[in-house]
Every structure is written in structure tokens, then in C-alpha cells.
């Protein structure tokens, strides 16, 4: 009998994913709280949320996202083994640098920066104005 509702290949590529990790369920303190949102009656008398803390690194995840707690087990170690496998092959610190490369181009603009902007703009375009075509000249005779 699986420990979770989900196939036993799914189960088996859970424990060969924690091994090449180097995560046993020991590492794995797990609580079970209330959910909430959709779900109606049932997820308010069932403790159906999974909160997974990983103690060495400190990590934790919630997961609420089916309705059976069995199932929410299986997703929280499968989130919190993707956040280890971050952390462990050095991709977290390229996705900060992804969030903060597009925080910086969502920040506004100072007042003295729109302002330079703004002038360089007019002087380009006066740039431009002069690249027109040169008239014909025209015979005063």
C-alpha cells in the first residue's frame, strides 16, 4: 500500500529524487492545519493542508491545492524538493537576479532622469528634421 494516493511510479520517483538529493523523511517535519478557500465543507472540518519544514536548511512549504491530505503530502515534498534542488545546483541566485533585473526595469524614474531623457529626445529629433531632403534651387532668372 503507497503512502500517498498517487501511483507507485510517482512514489518511486519521489524517494530516487530524495536520495540523489541526500533528503530523508527524517530531515521532514510535517503539520497538518485547516485549508482554506474553495472546497466547501470538506476542507473546513479536515485538516487537509500539509505545512513541510525541511530542518537542516529551514525551508518550508504550505500546500492546499487538492482536497485530500494524502495528496497534499506528496506535492508539499515534491515543492520542497524542487526548492532544495534550487538551492543545491545555485539557480536561486539566477532567478534573484531575474526578479531584481525586472524590478529595476519597473522602477520609476526620477524627476532629473524623465527630464535628461525628455531633452535628449528633442535633440534627436531636431537631428532628424535636418536629415530632410534638400529643395531644388530655384533660378532667379
Given at each position: 500500500?503507497?503512502?500517498?494516493?498517487?501511483?507507485?511510479?510517482?512514489?518511486?520517483?519521489?524517494?530516487?529524487?530524495?536520495?540523489?538529493?541526500?533528503?530523508?523523511?527524517?530531515?521532514?517535519?510535517?503539520?497538518?492545519v485547516?485549508?482554506?478557500?474553495?472546497?466547501?465543507?470538506?476542507v473546513?472540518?479536515?485538516?487537509?493542508c500539509?505545512?513541510?519544514?525541511?530542518?537542516?536548511?529551514?525551508?518550508?512549504?504550505?500546500?492546499?491545492?487538492?482536497?485530500?491530505?494524502?495528496?497534499?503530502?506528496?506535492?508539499?515534498?515534491?515543492?520542497?524538493?524542487?526548492?532544495?534542488?534550487?538551492?543545491?545546483?545555485?539557480?536561486?541566485?539566477?532567478?534573484?537576479?531575474r526578479?531584481?533585473?525586472?524590478?529595476?526595469?519597473?522602477?520609476r524614474?526620477s524627476r532629473?532622469?524623465?527630464e535628461?531623457?525628455?531633452?535628449?529626445?528633442?535633440?534627436?529629433?531636431?537631428?532628424?528634421?535636418?536629415?530632410?531632403?534638400?529643395?531644388?534651387?530655384?533660378?532667379?532668372?
Amino acid at each position: 500500500m503507497s503512502q500517498f494516493s498517487v501511483s507507485s511510479e510517482k512514489e518511486a520517483a519521489l524517494r530516487e529524487r530524495m536520495d540523489r538529493l541526500g533528503v530523508s523523511e527524517n530531515d521532514f517535519r510535517e503539520t497538518f492545519v485547516r485549508s482554506s478557500g474553495p472546497g466547501g465543507q470538506k476542507v473546513n472540518k479536515t485538516s487537509s493542508c500539509v505545512c513541510l519544514v525541511h530542518v537542516p536548511t529551514g525551508l518550508s512549504v504550505k500546500c492546499q491545492q487538492e482536497r485530500s491530505q494524502a495528496l497534499n503530502r506528496f506535492l508539499a515534498r515534491r515543492l520542497l524538493l524542487d526548492r532544495i534542488e534550487r538551492i543545491q545546483t545555485g539557480m536561486l541566485s539566477a532567478e534573484k537576479q531575474r526578479i531584481e533585473k525586472i524590478r529595476r526595469q519597473k522602477r520609476r524614474r526620477s524627476r532629473r532622469a524623465r527630464e535628461n531623457i525628455l531633452e535628449q529626445k528633442h535633440i534627436r529629433s531636431e537631428k532628424k528634421s535636418l536629415r530632410g531632403r534638400v529643395a531644388p534651387p530655384i533660378d532667379g532668372n
